[in-house]
């Protein structure tokens, strides 16, 4: 049997949004390095927008294992977010986006939290495997990805379009067992 804290780590928590969290939300959608790796440069919003959709993810079910949840540190702060999605329980695979705050970045939040995020999908849920996709401009995602031991597994050329030029999409992969092997079975421990 697992016995391990999902939610509560040494340096961060994870959790729910909460409708007060739109004024975070707000300011992060202004900041162009954080959306150009989520996917594009966003236009700017409202923040009456983003305090709706602040209370409609409140209030959204978690069907289909895809999950948002805000990534805090043990002072309180929202340092990022962590959301899963492309959720197949036949199959057993799932993947994820992690995105932290450029202040709260090179702390083992995102590392933390991507863990225990595992943790819970292979031990609670019956995954057994998670891929994650990340762009070719973005070398603190691959580097962190690569520290968490993630295989390679393959890249899609050019099909992305920022910043003026066109980049590629790099695709990493980690088994229940490659997790196991290189993190435990049944702690979650520091890197």
Known sequence: MHRINY??????????IEPEDAPIFHEWNQDQEISRNLDWVWPPTSLASQKNWAEAETQRKSDKDEFFFVVENQA?????T???HHCNRRIGIFSYGIAIRSEHR????????????QA??????RY???????YSFNPASIALHQRLRFAE???LRRVLFSGGAHHDLLIFGQTKEEFEELWGNGVVRSA
């Open 153 to 155: 597994e393959g890249r």
């Open 106 to 117: 090179q702390r083992g939040y995102a590392l933390e939290a991507i863990r225990r995020l």
């Open 82 to 84: 962590i959301n899963t």
């Open 7 to 16: 939610w509560q780590g040494e340096r961060i928590r994870l959790r729910a």
């Open 76 to 80: 309180g702060d929202l340092v990022g």
């Open 120 to 125: 819970y999908f292979f031990w609670e849920l």
């Open 128 to 134: 057994q495997k998670v891929t994650v996709d990340v």
